[in-house]
């Protein structure tokens, strides 16, 4: 009867830690599903709850007894469970962001038009008409080639962020497609006195000043007098010539800073071809196509 009762007792623990060990086994893979962590601490409520029994109950009803020695054989095992790895919901990859380059916030700007330095899409004919030398300097990326420092000046009044509007200028002239793309020079930028060149956004009356005698008519920009003077109505609405603003942009600076740098104007090469950079493409640009760069074949 003592081994009979012994050995009944050992059974029951036996099924007690088979439960126990299925009880875990199926937790995890639940708790996989859910989310936990591997490793993370269950309490017998949180189990009971994953499982769907009452695994605090049944480990106190049948605890573990290490000083019985029996020989009769377990009971059958029940079969693990089985997780169905197919069943478990899967990741979903993220999906990079799209900016719409053409959408239009509550400003009337495009993310390109932000890009460019504007904070508004407005266009005054005059602003404060002191020119502000926008603070940083910027060393040439490359040290192979002789160094052409640039000075960033915005006119007082203009709606413009001027360290976004001076990194455009320098991305636009350091790109491989621009002066540089020969490897004659390289940009720098300066705010002090030392500079080769200066690129400067103005109002439309601001530079017919700036650019006298040359008549600018309130439209146009200018490169003379040691300095590339960029007309602020074209650098917001561009113009029809060029059905991209941000290519317009990138024309502009480098038209006018070619001209800084001794290069004069030309006309169109032929139907279809690209335009020359220092063609009057703000005037028109056929039959050549619009173009940005000095050296467009180097993108």
Not at 206 to 232: E, F, Q, W
């Amino acid at each position: 009867m003592g081994t009979a009762r012994r050995s009944g007792a050992m059974g029951t623990a036996r099924r007690s830690r088979g439960f126990r060990a299925r009880a875990l086994l199926l937790a995890g893979g639940l708790a996989m599903t859910a989310g936990l962590a591997v490793g993370a601490v269950v309490d017998p409520g949180a189990l009971a709850a994953l499982v769907g029994g009452d695994a605090a109950t049944e480990a106190e009803a049948a605890p573990v007894r290490r000083d019985v020695q029996v020989d009769e054989p377990d009971p059958e095992p029940r079969p693990d469970p089985v997780l169905d790895v197919a069943s478990l919901p899967r990741a979903v990859a993220a999906v990079p962001a799209v900016i719409d380059a053409t959408l239009v916030d509550s400003a009337g700007l495009t993310f390109a038009d932000r890009n460019a330095g504007l904070l508004t899409a407005e266009v005054p004919t005059s602003a404060g008409g002191d020119l502000l030398v926008v603070p940083g300097v910027v060393p040439a990326p490359l040290t192979d080639r002789p160094v052409t420092t640039v000075r960033v000046e915005v006119e007082a009044g203009l709606a413009v962020d001027g360290e976004v509007f001076a990194a455009m200028v320098m991305a636009t002239l350091n790109d491989q497609r621009s002066w540089g793309g020969d490897g004659s020079t390289t940009f720098a930028r300066t705010d002090g006195d030392d500079q080769d060149l200066r690129v400067v956004l103005a109002s439309p009356d601001k530079v017919d000043a700036m650019c006298a005698p040359l008549n600018t008519h309130g439209d146009y920009s200018c490169g003379r007098y040691g300095h590339a003077a960029i007309n602020y109505t074209r650098w917001v609405q561009a113009t029809d010539e060029f059905p991209d603003r941000t290519v317009y942009r990138q024309y502009v600076v480098n038209h006018e800073v070619g001209h800084l740098l001794g290069h004069q104007h030309t006309s169109c090469t032929g139907s279809g071809d690209l335009a020359p950079i220092m063609q009057q493409q703000s005037i028109s640009v056929a039959p050549c196509l619009p173009n940005a760069w000095p050296f467009p074949g180097n993108g």
